[in-house]
Nanobody, 124 residues
Framework: QVHLVESGGGLVQPGGSLRLSCAASGSIDSINTMGWFRQMSAEKSREEVATISSDGSTVYEDSVKGRFTISKDTTKNTVYLQMMNLEPEDTAVYYC?????????????????WGRGTWVTVSA
């Protein structure tokens, strides 16, 4: 099994910054991608915010380009999301998602793993 632990959420004023972290641990053979998704309400679907691949290439949702930066530390199996110039519209539960191969997998099949989520609230 692969376990994800997120940290760094909280309350911040508009224009402020936060950094989210997500550490993966457990039976990890290899990691394909690490990323962040967010869900703004129970009625809305989860949307991709940013993803970083094993080769370091990144993808960002349009509304966060230029404000958010995703990075990773492969030695720690940790992914970060540096969020700057936060807006009230960024308020959401942020989830870490990792696609990895577990050492428990007989067929070395990549599997999605999700964190439990952390609240980011942007409000004056």
């Amino acid at each position: 099994q692969v376990h994800l632990v997120e940290s760094g959420g909280g309350l911040v004023q508009p224009g402020g910054s936060l950094r989210l972290s997500c550490a993966a641990s457990g039976s990890i053979d290899s990691i394909n991608t690490m990323g962040w998704f967010r869900q703004m309400s129970a009625e809305k679907s989860r949307e991709e915010v940013a993803t970083i691949s094993s080769d370091g290439s990144t993808v960002y949702e349009d509304s966060v380009k230029g404000r958010f930066t995703i990075s990773k530390d492969t030695t720690k199996n940790t992914v970060y999301l540096q969020m700057m110039n936060l807006e009230p519209e960024d308020t959401a539960v942020y989830y870490c998602k990792v696609v990895a191969v577990s050492t428990d997998s007989h067929w070395k099949t990549p599997t999605q793993y999700w964190g439990r989520g952390t609240w980011v609230t942007v409000s004056a």
